[in-house]
Nanobody
Framework: QVQLVESGGGLVQAGGSLRLSCAASGGTFSLYAMGWFRQAPGKEREFVAAISWSGGSIHYTDSVKGRFTISRDNAKNTVYLQMNSLKPEDTAVYYC???????????????????????WGPGTQVTVSS
């Protein structure tokens, strides 16, 4: 049974940094790409970043480009989201999720949509104070 567990969230001041981790277990992860999504109170869930399991394909939403970096450690079945220059508007619950690589490869309409992802972690809270 596939399980995803996020960690690394917390409270940080604006301009600070956090690194989120997503540990995966119970599956064959070379068949999947990993995405990060976030949901702020009263707002819809939004795509943040995604990476193929090989690491050769990476995508970000425009609002985090230049500030966030997604990476992975295949030996540990873990994907990271390094978040720098954090802003209060980054405050949200952050979720990692898995999508089949065949879906991920179909383009932005697929890798940026939560509906394309089959497995989700429980989320980790990130709060950025001003």
């Amino acid at each position: 049974q596939v399980q995803l567990v996020e960690s690394g969230g917390g409270l940080v001041q604006a301009g600070g940094s956090l690194r989120l981790s997503c540990a995966a277990s119970g599956g064959t992860f070379s068949l999947y790409a990993m995405g990060w999504f976030r949901q702020a109170p009263g707002k819809e869930r939004e795509f943040v970043a995604a990476i193929s399991w090989s690491g050769g394909s990476i995508h970000y939403t425009d609002s985090v480009k230049g500030r966030f970096t997604i990476s992975r450690d295949n030996a540990k079945n873990t994907v990271y989201l390094q978040m720098n220059s954090l802003k209060p508007e980054d405050t949200a619950v952050y979720y990692c999720a898995l999508t089949p690589i065949s879906t991920y490869s179909r383009g932005r309409n697929y890798y940026s949509s939560g509906r394309s992802y089959d497995y989700w972690g429980p989320g980790t809270q990130v709060t950025v104070s001003s």
